[in-house]
């Protein structure tokens, strides 16, 4: 399962980027609100930290097909032709997902609440389907169980077409999905974070330290012994 960052502060992509190992960046238009630049400024400089060939994904936001091609072939334009175009998984999405794959685009099929979304997307010519994992939970449904079941469909129609499950709010979720083997996961810092926060970790780091120390003295680590 790729691990991708769900963010557009480019302080915290470079943080991520330095610790974890991070397969790429997803953006929506929330976020790249809440980033307060221009957005082709902050995508652009994502873009060249990490690298033309890294994933990338980016969302239309025009409301008809028509539109939605346009903007994915700016979006192109700007950010390389291998840029994921993400589109919401509605009728005119689909149609824009139908026009954009018959051009070889790379396509994220977005917005998805339910299975049948993302085997519609998926025949379409999506690359990628992403439900919304936590916001499915809160509406009273099972998100990881949904993305589970599109994982199955997929597979099962042979459709080459994988998971990008989005809207995480723990880590648990996250690891229910890498257990089943969908293609990837897209999380915010704040839960990426989180993922090995954990007292029990920590106290046993520090033990290791306070033992080796109390052996070869303080600051001393293996390099000095
Ligand atoms: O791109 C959509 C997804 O990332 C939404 O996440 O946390 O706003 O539910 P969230």
Do not use: W
Request: glycine residues 6%.
């Amino acid at each position: 399962m790729k691990l991708i960052i769900d963010d557009a502060h480019i302080d915290q992509i470079k943080k991520i980027y330095e610790f974890y190992p991070v397969d790429g960046v997803t953006t929506n238009p929330t976020i790249l609100a809440q980033s307060g630049r221009k957005p082709y400024d902050v995508l652009k400089e994502i873009r060249e930290f990490i690298g033309a060939d890294a994933e990338l994904h980016v969302q239309v936001v025009a409301k008809t097909a028509e539109g939605m091609v346009e903007d994915a072939h700016r979006i192109q334009q700007e950010l390389g032709k291998n840029t994921f175009v993400k589109i919401p998984s509605i009728e005119q999405g689909f149609k824009a997902m139908k026009i954009l794959k018959a051009e070889n685009a790379n396509i994220t099929a977005t917005a998805i609440y339910t299975p049948m979304q993302a085997f519609l997307a998926a025949k379409a010519g999506a690359s990628y389907a992403a439900p919304y994992i936590n916001r499915i939970d809160n509406m009273g449904y099972d998100g990881v169980s949904i993305a589970q079941h599109i994982h199955d469909i997929f597979k099962n129609n042979n459709l080459n077409a994988n998971v990008l499950a989005a809207s995480f709010k723990n880590s648990q979720q996250m690891l229910d999905l890498a257990e089943y083997g969908v293609g990837a996961a897209t999380a915010s810092p704040d839960v990426i974070f989180a993922l090995v926060k954990n007292e029990a970790i920590t106290s046993a780091i520090n033990a290791f330290i306070r033992d080796f120390e109390s052996l070869v003295g303080e600051g001393k680590t293996m390099k000095d012994a």
